[in-house]
């Protein structure tokens, strides 16, 4: 066939003139692929390439070609589109983007098949750089996925299929959607299609699913695909399988927020979740939003008596008790040690907010089994109220901290809502803090001492140290309000060897100034107890002021043996192999029972003072001090009754033969240089009840 225009027009409303003088090459074919009519710029393409005259046979290696894709057609598909690369007679390749049309009206002497060509190639360097492209995408390590604009499957190359599962002859023609889990929100896949419609590339992850079943995720890369028209003609999509980076993102995630041993959000998910409550506009605030702290009430005590384990299973179980509780309106965080926090969100009124405080302290007294130990634990708790005290969210977590100091206070396992005052309060107490590191560098504080009477005859038989602290400008300051910050911060430490040193030098001073020789007595805190270096400082202490050991008594209350008894009875007979004597104070206040009593190396029990009041109109009072002096003469134990104030108190006391006494009764804490005068002048108190009416008047 010589002639190369374009005379057939069955059918057609298209321009002959058009079609012959268009850059776009128009073919006709039949069923035996031979040409029935051809548009110059298509015989350009096909034949002129190879200086071939324009024929009814088409050239071999585009007939090959050709042929090859053929297989895309289906009664059901009657387009395809494709490239093919052809050679040229100077060594160069042509690539032809051809369209394939097969007419669904089929009569004699219409043609079979309908093909647009289009030259693909602006030079041969192009189509070398697609061969290269394609060996490179065949040997990547991504996955690439080929549609059409239709969004079926027309390539995979190997790497899809090592990834999901399935090889391209499995899915092609097919939708890519087979690979969905179902685990991808619905607005993701909207927001990836609206954005290649818009001819823009989009970039992802997608939560696929393998041929076996299996999970991953994808990170996609995919971009439209456009003609010289600038008319989409294919999706193109790379993609990697990030399972193991998500995967280490997560594990990650979870390191830097949440707790390793409870699963808890931690102190920096806690800080992030609290933030997003606050960043919440009022005007879609709806209720009351609370954040609670909650501290273990004597943690350290199951810590040290049970050991870390046994701490950490008692955690774990807080931890589960709090999400059993708290499933609804709730996010509950481990800060740290035995603090957690709570937030709670959408109470109607405050009245609400303590029905369920109530409910988690009730929960959480109930005992705890771990290993054969039953125990009981409490909390005390602080609450704030999110928007209302503060809208910052280091302000609430402060206001709930002074809170829950305050719960401590009360008695511990309860709450405390948080009151402006508090801080002023706080204020107060990190000034204690702060001056009380420089009073004793700055010879602030001072002991005074209360002598212990015989009340047979008055003889002063011991005195008990106790410590002063004279603010340089708050004055005298009381220990109730000073040591408990000391034994807190650990300044208990340097202070109480400072205590054991001067109170061991002064009574070595009464008896170098020829005075008899009586007892020193000294209260030990419970951190001084659990101080390592304790013997090393008692040594110490008795070598600089050269006291004999007989000379010095040390105090040591119940709850500080009970708390790891085996080890305290250990340093409490190191203490007694030295010489010193030892005495429980505020016996009967603590819960030792009469087995632990039989074990402790004690010389004596210190009757509290809270027995001796009201008697004798107190009958309970009453019954409970002699049964503790006729149990201390029956274990062989000498016994000092504290805080005695009236003569009936005595007559009492010396009833039922306890005659070792101290109170305000008999002397009031004096200073050193006013103790050691009165007692250079006098060993005695007679008669004991003349100091009584000099103290009523």
């Not at 998910?269 to 933030?275: I, S, W």
Request: glycine letters at 6%; charged letters at 25%; aromatic letters at 8%.
């Amino acid at each position: 066939m010589s002639n190369t225009q374009f005379p057939y027009n069955r059918e057609s409303s298209i321009p002959l003139e058009w079609l012959n003088k268009s850059s776009v090459g128009v073919l006709l074919l039949d069923r035996e692929l031979k040409c029935i009519e051809s548009t110059p710029y298509a015989s350009e393409l096909i034949w002129t390439r190879l200086t071939l005259n324009t024929t009814e046979q088409l050239p071999e290696d585009f007939k090959l070609e050709l042929s090859k894709q053929l297989n895309n057609l289906s009664p059901q598909r009657n387009e395809y589109s494709t490239y093919l690369l052809l050679p040229t007679l100077d060594d160069k390749e042509l690539l032809l983007k051809v369209e394939i049309n097969r007419p669904n009206t089929q009569h004699e002497g219409s043609p079979y098949l309908f093909l647009t060509i289009r030259n693909a190639s602006k030079n041969a360097h192009l189509a070398k750089e697609l061969k290269v492209f394609r060996n490179a995408v065949e040997n990547t390590g991504s996955a690439v996925l080929i549609t059409d604009n239709r969004g079926d499957i027309e390539y995979a190359n190997q790497s899809f299929s090592d990834i999901t599962g399935y090889s391209f002859n499995e899915i092609k023609g097919k939708k890519p959607s087979f690979l969905g889990s179902g685990e991808t929100p619905k607005s993701t896949y909207q927001h990836l299609w609206s954005t290649l419609f818009d001819h823009q590339k989009w970039s992802g992850t997608l939560l696929n699913k393998r041929k076996n079943g299996t999970v991953y995720w994808s990170l996609q890369n995919i971009s439209p695909i456009p003609d010289e028209l600038g008319n989409i003609t294919n999706f193109v999509s790379v993609s990697e399988d990030i399972s193991q980076i998500k995967e280490h993102d997560q594990q990650m995630e979870k390191m830097a927020y949440f707790d390793p041993l409870t699963d808890l959000g931690n102190r920096r998910n806690f800080k992030r979740t609290l933030q997003q409550y606050l960043d919440v506009p009022e005007e879609k605030q709806t209720g009351l939003n609370a954040l609670l702290l909650l501290d273990l009430d004597h943690f350290k005590q199951i810590n040290d008596t049970m050991g870390h384990e046994a701490g950490d299973a008692l955690l774990n179980t807080i931890a589960n008790r709090l999400n059993f509780c708290l499933q609804n309106k709730t996010a509950v965080f481990r800060l740290g040690g035995d603090e957690f926090t709570i937030i709670l969100q959408n109470f109607e009124k405050r009245e609400l907010i303590v029905d369920r405080v109530n409910e988690i302290l009730n929960l959480l007294a109930q005992p705890i089994q771990i290993g054969v130990h039953e125990v009981m634990i409490t909390v005390s708790i602080g609450i704030t109220l999110i928007g209302v005290d503060s809208h910052d969210a280091s302000d609430l977590l402060r206001n709930a901290d002074l809170a829950m100091y305050y719960s401590k206070k009360a008695g511990r396992n309860t709450f405390s809502f948080y009151k402006k005052h508090m801080g002023d309060v706080a204020k107060r107490t990190l000034s204690i803090e702060h001056d009380l590191r420089n009073a004793l560098s700055n010879k602030q504080l001072r002991l005074n001492y209360q002598p212990q009477i015989d009340a047979h005859d008055g003889r002063i038989t011991a005195i008990e140290a106790l410590l002063r602290w004279n603010h340089p400008i708050d004055g005298e300051i009381s220990p109730v309000d000073f040591i408990p910050h000391a034994e807190e911060t650990g300044l208990i430490i340097p202070i109480g060897r400072w205590v054991l040193l001067k109170a061991c030098k002064d009574a070595q001073q009464l008896q170098l100034s020829g005075l008899p020789a009586i007892k020193v007595c000294i209260n030990l805190s419970a951190r001084q107890f659990d101080d390592p270096t304790l013997i090393e400082h008692i040594k110490d202490a008795l070598d600089q002021s050269g006291l004999d050991a007989k000379w010095l008594e040390l105090e040591i209350t119940e709850s500080m043996l009970m708390r790891d008894f085996k080890r305290a009875i250990d340093t409490l007979n190191r203490i007694k192999e030295m010489g010193i004597s030892l005495a429980i104070d505020d016996f009967g206040t603590g819960y030792s029972s009469l087995s632990h009593l039989k074990k402790m190396p004690v010389d004596l029990l210190k009757i509290d003072r809270s027995f001796l009041h009201d008697i004798p109109q107190d009958n309970d009072n009453m019954a409970i001090t002699s049964t503790i002096i006729a149990m201390t003469k029956q274990l062989g134990l000498g016994v000092v009754a504290e805080g005695v104030e009236t003569q009936d108190q005595i007559l009492f006391l010396q009833k039922n033969n306890c005659v070792t006494m101290q109170g305000f009764l008999i002397s009031r804490p004096v200073s050193f240089e006013q103790f050691s005068k009165e007692y250079g002048s006098n060993q005695y108190f007679q008669p004991c009840f003349l100091k009584q009416r000099e103290y009523v008047n």
